[in-house]
């Protein structure tokens, strides 16, 4: 349905996150996580802090490749470290996108 003629501009609701849980940190045998992606955070700042996150995560990885092609080892922590970053990433994109879902249900 097409809203009528008018110059009051359509208010949109902020899109915000929703509780994701990651890295499978459990701390009792209720399945709280220890760590999450806490409701209610702005959308926009969530996917910032994702970028931000992906960034260092691809520059840890291009450093290892490099240490790896000359030779060096590697280190069971570096590739914890590349694990723990794309858990947190994950985490970010998937809290906006159940947010823009069920800002979309809501919507409708």
């Excluded at 709280?32 to 691809?58: F, R, Y």
């Amino acid at each position: 349905m097409h809203p009528k003629n008018s110059t009051t501009p359509e208010t949109a609701q902020a899109l915000l996150t929703t509780l994701v849980g990651f890295f499978d940190t459990p701390i009792d045998n209720r399945g709280i996580q220890l760590l999450n992606v806490a409701p209610g955070a702005n959308a926009e700042d969530a996917l910032q802090t994702a970028k931000v996150l992906s960034s260092g995560l691809g520059q840890i990885c291009r450093h290892m490749h490099d240490s790896l092609n000359m030779g060096e080892l590697a280190y069971c922590d570096g590739m914890a470290t590349l694990g723990f970053l794309a858990e947190t990433v994950g985490a970010l994109v998937l809290s906006v996108q159940k947010g823009a879902a069920t800002s979309g249900e809501a919507a409708q």
